[in-house]
């Protein structure tokens, strides 16, 4: 095999890091080369009808078709990619591209263009695709800012695609925009075989055909209705029934899939919290990123006579547009390492947060060009941090062999929201209007109007995003919120990492989502409950038993097979309802999975004889992983789960009991591995959940104070209270200087009362020095270098400005 061909790497296998930043500049190029083809029909939208002989309702099906075929065409490319090879259906995809590019080069007629951008439409699955490839391939120190820029792609080519399709459409004819779509894809289509290797990472199985027709017609009406209701009238009889029809189908298809073996989408997967809420996040950040696309250009091309229009060209529009493009780039990174750092969830409320302030922002400038080229880059800044934090989320929550059919399913309720945004926005201006001669145009309340809604639309998704789990919680939240990924397969004594496993803890390092002793950094959100899972994780257990109490869902309909059956139960032998009981082959792939009803009874089916992990956890339990043999006869495995403890606690001041803030607190069990990380609240109020009963260190610490470690033995279940006072801890600063100025290199030795040795330390060159955390009491400092010095001092508290000089005889 030549080396231009690189080999399939082995799952969990990186490329060579040489290598690594061509494979992700590959994938990037690939990603804004979908986006771009999404945007380059934007110039000529207003040309169609007289360019396509149709009417302006018929036209608007070179728009509509595309969003109906990628609506359909990524869950679908996401679940074959996970079935046969990502690469290969990326290059399926860029093919279709091109083959869709072309159709509509060659067209004059409406129905072959609207055929040729349909074609385009099923290209929109590359970007899943090329993050999930980016998870199989990429090394774990890579991969959080390389699925960063593939995720912001999306934005990138719709901010750089508008300016660079004004030019095209200005100087060259309207089929030249097509052409360049088809180059672009081509040039693709060459380099992904070339750069790119493909992963062994299979999730196998059979295609969910009906699930895929089920879905394509749930989303068709979904999406058609949204898209052309402001056409046909939101009260029609026509929008009324398709969005009826969507519920209908929708709702029979989902019970189909839990019912399904093989389901196209997994539905136990997508409920898991870290999944669900992400997703609806992905909904609103999608709304507020296109709200911003349909806003600004109109404002900037509206005539100056109006007041409030800036009477701009097309061409001009999108070179304001196309900063924020650059900065969703340049932002990429930073997600990336704010995820490391805080955790993916702390990234995605930061998008948030930054987007609301720019629309906040857009209402009261919007005056001058320079005003929208700074909203424009605001709100590019925070989707930048949103869309970088957001495979990161998902890639924490499901199995490598579920990872293009999951970001698949991410994109496509980024695509709902878009929707979304289009018919709101469309709604808003087309009754906000003001006069202009004989035409009715969009007026300044009406802009402003849809700002506000882009500002409220990030607000919800930091509401949203704040039922998140946090960093603590995110690694085994899968676990305890509906099922457990195959990748605790390891957890079995003597059996190696699998592939999968590898692959799986690669993506979750280098996202920022720790393993279940990770030492998360100083600072980051404590693992106590936040009101978020005070609400969901009732509500998660609450559709889990409504799930088992159907019959056939809690088992997925399955027919056949060597069924496994047993209870799950808790401390005292009490039945623990609602417990994940997941089965798995010895090679990490998911055969089974089962939700426990009230009476902590389950039932599992492997698909053949032979040894296999049963894994059992539930919320408030450490999990279990156990090897069972399966054989002709049905098998029987009872699962004990240990309970889990909490510890709690105030941090004060031994000098008078004032209460310590931003005091830092670390649980490390008797080994010394660290378990759990938090900082003190206002109150010195420290809290932590999911602990193990048996004896830990509690280790505290904070600026002015003496750190202290303190042994405590965890109960058996609930809270154990440990409450700390630290003694204040002095400092001694100074310099050592001789005749000619600072010392450098000069030793200082600190002596307590009693003759020991406290500290030592060299100055730099500026001769300072600094001793801290000392008690109160009286010290000697000694500084040597020229003949010693010794000097003795009481310390009562911060002692500055104790200088030394230092002298040779007779000078």
């Known amino acids: 095999m030549s080396p231009a061909h690189p080999r399939p790497a082995e799952a969990g296998e990186p490329v060579a890091g040489g290598r690594a930043p061509l494979v992700v500049a590959v994938l990037a190029f690939g990603g804004i080369v979908v986006a771009l083809m999404q945007t380059l029909v934007i110039p000529i939208v207003p040309e169609l009808p007289r360019l396509l002989h149709a009417s302006a309702s018929d036209a608007a099906w070179a728009v509509t078709a595309t969003l109906l075929a990628a609506a359909v065409a990524t869950p679908v490319t996401g679940r074959l990619g996970d079935m046969y090879g990502k690469r290969r259906m990326l290059l399926v995809s860029i093919a279709l591209l091109v083959a869709g590019s072309v159709t509509a080069a060659l067209s004059d007629s409406l129905a072959w263009t609207i055929a040729g951008r349909a074609l385009q439409g099923l290209a929109s699955g590359v970007i899943p695709l090329g993050i999930s490839i980016m998870r199989d391939e990429l090394p774990a120190e890579r991969l959080g800012a390389a699925t960063a820029l593939m995720s912001a792609s999306l934005g990138v080519g719709g901010a750089l695609g508008l300016p660079a399709a004004a030019l095209i459409a200005d100087h060259l004819d309207w089929h030249a925009l097509f052409w360049t779509s088809a180059a672009l894809g081509a040039v693709a289509g060459v380099l992904v075989p070339l750069v790119v290797p493909e992963s062994a990472v299979r999730g196998g199985g059979r295609f969910d055909a009906v699930g895929a027709l089920g879905m394509a017609a749930g989303l068709v009406c979904l999406l058609l209705a949204i898209s052309k209701g402001g056409d046909w009238g939101w009260g029609s009889a026509t929008t009324l029934g398709l969005f009826a029809a969507a519920v209908v189908v929708l709702l029979l298809w989902g019970v189909l899939e839990l019912r399904v073996r093989e389901p196209l989408v997994d539905l136990r997967t997508t409920a898991r919290r870290q999944v669900l809420v992400t997703n609806l996040a992905s909904t609103a950040f999608g709304f507020s990123m296109f709200a911003m696309s349909l806003v600004l250009p109109q404002l900037l091309q509206l005539p100056e006579v109006t007041g409030y229009g800036l009477g701009r060209s097309l061409l001009d529009a999108g070179l304001v547009m196309a900063p924020a493009g650059l900065v969703m780039m340049a932002v990429a990174p930073l997600s990336a390492a704010l995820s490391r750092t805080a955790g993916p969830k702390v990234t995605l409320m930061t998008g948030a947060v930054v987007v609301a302030a720019g629309y906040a922002l857009a209402v009261v400038l919007m005056a001058e060009v320079w005003h929208l080229v700074l909203v424009s880059c605001v709100i590019g800044a925070g989707i930048g941090f949103a869309y970088g934090a957001m495979p990161a989320l998902i890639m924490g929550a499901v199995d490598a062999s579920e990872t293009a059919a999951a970001n698949s399913l991410n994109t496509l309720m980024r695509s709902i929201g878009t929707a979304v945004a289009s018919a709101v926005a469309g709604v808003v201006l087309a009754r906000m209007t003001t006069p202009f001669g004989s035409l009715a145009l969009p007026s300044r309340d009406g802009f402003r109007t849809v700002m506000a809604i882009g500002s409220g639309a990030a607000v919800l998704a930091l509401v949203v995003a704040a039922f998140l789990p946090g960093r603590g919680r995110a690694a085994t939240g899968g676990a305890r919120e509906a099922a457990v990924s195959p990748t605790a397969a390891p957890a079995v004594a003597g059996a190696p990492p699998t592939d999968t496993a590898r692959t ?8 920022g989502i720790d393993g279940p002793r990770a030492d998360p950094a100083p600072g980051t959100e404590p693992p106590e409950r936040t009101v978020g899972s005070a609400v969901a994780v009732p509500l998660a257990r609450a559709v889990a038993e409504l799930v088992a109490t159907v019959p056939g869902l809690a088992e997925g309909g399955r027919a056949g097979g060597h069924p496994v059956r047993g209870h799950v139960r808790g401390a005292g032998n009490s039945p623990v309802a609602g417990a994940a009981v997941t089965l798995i082959s010895l090679g990490g792939r998911q055969v089974d999975r089962a939700v426990a009803d009230a009476r902590g009874a389950y039932t599992v089916e492997a698909p053949g004889e032979g040894t296999y992990v049963l894994i059992a956890a539930a919320e408030g339990h450490q999990p279990q992983a156990t090897t069972i043999v399966v054989g002709a006869d049905p098998a029987t495995h009872d699962v004990l789960l240990g309970s889990t403890c909490g510890l709690a606690g105030t941090v004060r001041s031994a000098d008078g009991g004032v209460p310590v803030a931003g005091a830092v607190v670390v649980v490390t069990d008797v080994r010394g591995d660290v378990l759990a990380t938090t900082r003190t609240d206002g109150l010195g ?11 830990v260190t509690l280790a505290v610490s904070s600026p002015k104070h003496r750190p202290l470690a303190l042994p405590v033995e965890m109960a058996d279940s609930g809270t154990t209270r440990a409450d700390v006072e630290l003694r204040p801890g002095a400092q001694v600063r100074g310099t050592v200087h001789a005749a000619g100025g600072p010392l450098g290199d000069a030793r200082v030795t600190l002596v307590d009362a009693a003759g020991n040795v406290v500290a030592t330390t060299t100055t730099g ?28 001092i009481d310390v009562g508290g911060d002692m500055d400005g104790h200088d030394i000089a230092l002298a040779h005889p007779g000078d």
Not at 504 to 511: L, Y
Not at 778 to 790: E, H, K, L, M
Request: aromatic share 12%; glycine share 10%.
């Open 504 to 511: 799986d803890e690669k993506a979750r390092s280098a996202v």
């Open 765 to 792: 060159p500026d001769g300072a020095y600094a001793f801290s955390d000392l008690d109160t009491g009286a010290y000697t400092v000694i500084a040597t270098g020229y003949p010693p010095q010794a000097a003795g």
């Open 685 to 695: 109020a420290y809290a932590f959940t999911d602990l193990v009963p048996g004896p």
